[in-house]
């Protein structure tokens, strides 16, 4: 039986996508070996059940976040914090240490300040998730068995984790695999 | 841009507007009584909180002129030790301990009680300046605990009432 | 100044002294019940009744029973010393009228308490009893005898050999041996020494130091004098607390009265020994008691510390020899040499000698200073002298050491106060502070509150101490508001290692020692307090693949 | 100076009297990772990455500043100090905000570069995030707090090479931070004189040129041993 993989786009920029894409012929190759079940790069709503290997891309960000990561935990044998925002909290986090209202002023720089029409944060439910207090790193949230590092991990990085966990074995990454940044 | 030419320095302009001020005197016959030694940095830096009440930039450069230290250096002794302040204190000082014995018998609910009502937190001065709020490590009087230093005086065995009640009549 | 000349000025002061002695607790803790007042009163009370011929009030250092104070002690009415206790100072004519027998309702001690009976004063020998302000009361009781004695009978290896043979050991924590160390420095090659009296008595919950130094400053001095002659130093630094200021107006007065008779300054008792002593005041930076720390403070520096070796006793002030002794371990010197190093040893266990000076405080009914020799059982102190917990409450711990120390269960109670026996249970001596616990305390708290002390008292030089005690304080501060999970005690557990482990001075490397120690022997109360961690680690996975992939 | 003879890791090496451990080690092409310590100036024994276990002492001793004496027996690689190690950068890494990513020294960072060679993958301590300022009023530098990691190079590189006595450490624990002269803005600075020693000395991206974009930024450390050398030993050539 193929593996049951997914991958998850949370707060972050989608580069680790992007260089996840950037495997080119791989993917190919990767397709034969994988049923990939949920993606931004695929169109499926909702998370499934029973998926042995997830990666996650960015931060947790706001309440949506945390409530799809809990999910994918439940559901997922295998999570692997996929690139700086998810390993570290990056970017994303540098809103944490502007203190208690950084949630407001990153609302308002975004939607009223470099807004060019129809300034104003948008209330209604559903339409923008409630900020967390803080970002978190995803282990901050869940538990994580493994970590890809990077900004974002160069496609061979990514390739590397991919090859170690369709053979079995703990991926493991030495050196300048491990690179932050 | 190198070293101004054309300004003029900071520390000839507080030396020279040091010359007006009294306590400026006071304090170099108590540097000179140390023979202008660096090693008396700390000893300089008591005096002068004494006269001032608390150490300004003006007269931390003062010092390292006359003990012939670098300004980095005075700000860096000055700011490593908790005794001293850079910020001018309110008209009373209040000390709670949090010394062990004084932590056990109660000292915490003295402080949250005094945090309040004034509506500060320690280190901080009420916007009427009447009072600053401080918290000191171990005062060594631990067999009256919990001890309370009003205005340098060290009051015994207090309760978050009496406390309280100490204030209202101190301000 | 000759020693007959010094014999024939104590004879004056003795001649001059009246037959009822009223003796006013004037240390910092009955300062601050108003004694200074309560002395007022009482010699105006003296002159109102008309019983100046033969009643004097003395001004005296602590008497030990600080939670019992103002205290007045009674000398010349009868065999017995009288002890008054809570004295007001609305109590000076009653206690005034009571020494021609009126009746006084001023609560008075039993001076065959426990408390009292117990102790054995060496260190404390004259605390309460001379003026600390007159340097003739410290003569009276045999002082500068043991400093003239050195000097005229004595080689300063033959000091060092008293010292080794009474089997004293640091008073400050660590208890290296206090013989070995005056070796060391007397040993080490160097023009310039120097002898430097640790005062800078940090730990919250103890005031052992202060005490001595506001009640018998001349005993510290002389202490180092003797040291001075001993390692070949002739310059001392006395560091203080700036919180102690009585303890440091009282060193000044002493060390002028000392200079004025000749024996500190330049060729004190008329022999080619000269020694000088400055006092240094600290700022208010635990830190600074660490030896490499305070050198740096008394330098005039920030109180950092740095690696050992080189220890202060090869390289420390300038890079001179330097010899640290805590204030208790100064205090000891005279009597080792009035009595012999041979006496010392008698007392207290096999690897601890002589006597420990303990601020008992905390939940417990008699709050003071003790005396007591080594090996004594916890319990005795806590219990006996201490009188137990207060109406209600059961003792459940016993800190010793300070941030530095430990929490000592109360099934431990029977375990003799030695170096080695409070070591094993992962505590330590430290200086002296005993801060008993009841059954309302929550040790989880307690770690806490000595984890923030370490915290903000790390001098950020090295990061263990600097960043490892903010995270250990931070998850303990998740385990108390109830956020934490076994994850962050495994975390915390593991910081405990590191820290202590990596630290680069004694502060870091102790800083875990509370929460190691409650951890140890209350654990129960920490686990109470986890959350589930209902998305933490999942039972062990394999992910295996039909074919194997190739690269 | 007699010769010493000792034990790294296993193999006999010997050395001249008076050297540290890590410079011997160095020497023999040990690697023992190392923050606060810099060619040049003297050793503090501050970031604690250097502990090597010497036989028959219970201690970790810094090998940075600890001497070599005859038949020392060292490791300077075990388990317990490897994690230590890893330990010692994860508390680095929580304690201020590091974000490689949109580092100047992005790709130059002897911090980066410590946590990848000891295998850090993430770190399992909550972040702090402190507030702390960057100072840009440096005609030339910039001084970017978030970065600092305290190992006091620049301090001692403007004290001891420079002579300036430009930067120190101010207040303490985890406020502990470089100041200029007295705490002021860098550009107000009257004793800087602009010799960029402290941005060569500095190990992450906490001092930089102005101008350097994410990833521009390389510190020049051979320049100051350079300097070292030539005004000490008169040695202009390597």
Not at chain 1, 25 to 33: K, Q, S
Not at chain 3, 168 to 190: C, D, E, I, M, Y
Not at chain 3, 287 to 297: D, H, R
Request: hydrophobic residues 40%; glycine residues 10%; neutral net charge.
């Amino acid at each position: 039986m193929k593996l049951r993989v997914a991958t998850v786009w949370l707060g972050g920029c989608s580069g680790c996508h992007m260089s996840f894409l950037d495997m080119d012929e791989f993917l190919i190759e990767l397709a034969g070996l994988i049923d990939l079940v949920y993606s931004p790069v695929i169109d499926v709503k909702e998370f499934p059940e029973a998926v042995d290997v997830c990666l996650i891309e960015g931060a947790v960000c706001n309440e949506d976040n945390l409530e799809i990561l809990r999910k994918i935990r439940e559901r997922t044998k295998v999570l692997v914090s996929f690139g700086d925002c998810a390993v570290t909290g990056n970017v994303p986090a540098m809103r944490n240490p502007f203190g208690p209202d950084n949630r407001e002023n990153v609302l308002q720089r975004a939607y009223v300040e470099n807004a060019r029409n129809n300034p104003g944060v948008p209330k209604a439910d559903g339409i923008v998730p409630r900020l967390l207090e803080q970002v978190v790193p995803v282990h901050e949230a869940v538990y994580v068995e493994y970590y890809l590092p990077g900004c974002p991990p160069p496609a061979a990085r990514i390739k590397e984790v991919l090859v170690q966990i369709i053979n079995g074995q703990a991926p493991l990454l030495t050196g300048p695999q491990l690179k932050f940044g | 841009m190198l070293p101004l030419l054309t300004r003029e320095k900071n520390a000839d302009r507080v030396l020279r507007h040091a010359s007006g001020d009294k306590r400026f005197k006071i304090l170099e016959v108590h540097m000179k009584k140390h023979q202008f030694r660096q090693d008396a940095l700390i000893e300089v830096l008591h005096k002068a909180q004494e006269l001032f009440g608390f150490l300004e930039d003006d007269l931390l450069l003062f010092i390292a002129a006359k003990l012939k230290l670098p300004p980095s250096r005075v700000f860096g002794v000055a700011t490593f030790y908790h005794f001293f302040t850079l910020k001018p204190q309110g008209e009373h000082t209040c000390v709670v301990c949090l010394g062990t014995a004084c932590y056990v018998k109660g000292a915490d609910k003295i402080m949250a009680a005094i945090q309040e009502k004034y509506r500060i937190k320690a280190g901080e001065t009420t916007p009427d300046n009447q009072l600053s709020l401080l918290t000191a490590r171990c005062i060594g009087a631990c067999g009256i605990a919990p001890a309370v230093t009003f205005d340098g005086h060290v009051a015994p065995k207090l309760t978050p009432e009496a406390t309280l009640e100490k204030l209202n009549t101190l301000i | 100044m000759q020693l007959d000349d010094l014999k024939a000025l104590v004879a004056k002061h003795i001649g001059a002294r009246k037959k009822i002695v009223l003796r006013t607790c004037m240390s910092a803790g009955c300062m601050s019940s108003q004694a200074d007042v309560i002395k007022r009163n009482l010699e105006a009370e003296v002159k109102a009744q008309g019983r100046e011929a033969e009643v004097e009030v003395r001004r005296v250092g602590c008497m030990g029973f600080c939670g019992q104070g103002p205290l007045i002690g009674v000398d010349g009415l009868s065999a017995k010393e009288k002890l008054f206790e809570f004295v007001k100072p609305t109590d000076a004519p009653a206690i005034v009228a009571s020494l021609q027998g009126a009746a006084c309702d001023v609560q008075v001690g039993n001076p065959d308490h426990p408390f009292f009976a117990r102790q054995m004063r060496i260190v404390r020998a004259n605390g309460g009893i001379v003026d600390p302000e007159r340097i003739e009361d410290y003569l009276a009781v045999g002082g500068y005898q043991a400093l003239h004695q050195v000097l005229t009978e004595m080689q300063p290896s033959e000091v060092v050999d008293e010292i080794t043979t009474s089997g004293l050991r640091g008073r400050g924590g660590a208890g290296f041996p206090t013989g070995l160390k005056w070796g060391t420095v007397a040993k080490s090659a160097g023009a310039k020494k120097y002898v430097v009296c640790n005062g800078d008595e940090g730990d919250p919950g103890a005031f052992m130091d202060r005490s001595v130094l506001e009640s018998d400053p001349h005993i510290v001095l002389e202490g180092m004098a003797i040291a001075a002659y001993a390692v070949g130093a002739d310059q001392g630094f006395l560091y203080v607390r700036a919180e102690y200021p009585l303890a440091i107006s009282r060193l000044q007065t002493a060390i002028k009265q000392a200079k004025a008779l000749g024996l500190l300054g330049g060729g004190i008792f008329e022999s080619p020994f000269n020694f000088n002593i400055d006092i240094r005041i600290g700022a208010g930076a635990f830190v600074c008691g660490e030896e490499t720390a305070l050198m740096a403070s008394v330098e005039g520096k920030r109180g950092t510390p740095r690696p050992r070796p080189p220890f202060p006793a090869e390289s420390g002030l300038w890079g001179c020899p330097t010899l640290i002794n805590n204030v208790e371990t100064f205090a000891n010197i005279t009597a080792i040499i009035n009595r012999g190093g041979a006496w010392y040893a008698g007392i207290g266990t096999e690897k601890s000698k002589g006597t420990k000076v303990f601020a008992l405080t905390g939940k417990i009914k008699n709050n003071g200073l003790i005396e007591v020799p080594m090996g004594i059982p916890l319990r005795q102190i806590v219990e006996e002298m201490g009188g137990g917990a207060p109406a209600g409450g059961h003792i459940k711990s016993v800190q010793t050491g300070g941030p530095s120390g430990g929490c000592i269960p109360a099934a431990y109670l029977d375990t003799p106060v030695d170096y080695e026996s409070l070591t094993k249970l992962g505590s330590i001596m430290g200086s002296g502070g005993m801060v008993v616990m009841d059954d309302a305390t929550n040790m989880v708290e307690i770690a806490k509150f000595y984890m923030e002390f370490c915290m903000e008292e790390s001098c950020g030089k090295c990061i263990p101490c600097r960043a490892g005690t903010a995270q250990m304080f931070h998850l303990l501060e998740k385990i108390t508001q109830r956020r934490g999970t076994a994850r962050d005690l495994a975390k915390l557990e593991e910081l405990c290692d590191m820290v202590r482990h990596t630290s680069l001075c004694g502060l870091g490397q102790t800083a875990p020692n509370p929460v190691a120690s409650t951890l140890k022997f209350f654990r129960s109360e920490y686990e109470a307090l986890l959350q589930p961690d209902p998305f933490g680690p999942r039972p062990s996975v394999t992910t295996q693949s039909a074919e194997p992939v190739t690269l | 100076m007699a010769a010493k003879t000792l034990i790294i890791d296993g193999k006999a090496v010997s050395a001249e009297e008076g050297a540290t451990v890590l410079q011997v080690a160095r020497d023999n092409n040990v690697a023992i990772p190392t923050l606060c310590h810099l060619e040049g100036v003297y050793d503090v024994g501050a970031c604690r990455l250097c502990l090597v276990e010497v036989a028959g002492s219970t201690k970790l001793q810094p090998a940075c500043t600890t001497k070599i004496s005859e038949g020392m027996n060292i490791q300077t690689n075990s388990d317990r100090l490897r994690k230590y190690r890893r330990l010692t950068l994860e508390l680095l890494f929580a304690e201020r905000n590091h974000v490689c990513a949109v580092c100047v020294s992005n790709g130059h960072c002897e911090l980066q570069t410590l946590a990848y060679s000891l295998g850090l993958d993430h770190v399992r301590y909550d972040y702090v995030f402190p507030k702390w300022k960057v100072d840009v009023t440096h005609r030339l530098f910039g001084m970017d707090h978030n970065r600092c990691i305290l190992c006091t190079r620049c301090v001692r590189v403007c004290w001891h090479i420079e002579g300036a006595g430009t930067k120190n450490v101010a207040g303490r624990g985890a406020t502990a931070r470089i100041i200029s002269d007295l705490d002021q803005p860098w550009g107000d600075s009257e004793s800087c004189t602009e010799c960029g020693k402290c941005v060569m000395a500095c190990p992450t991206g906490a001092l930089f040129h102005k101008g350097a974009t994410a990833g521009e930024m390389e510190h020049d450390r051979d320049k100051l041993e350079f300097i070292v050398n030539a005004r000490e030993k008169q040695q202009w050539l390597p």
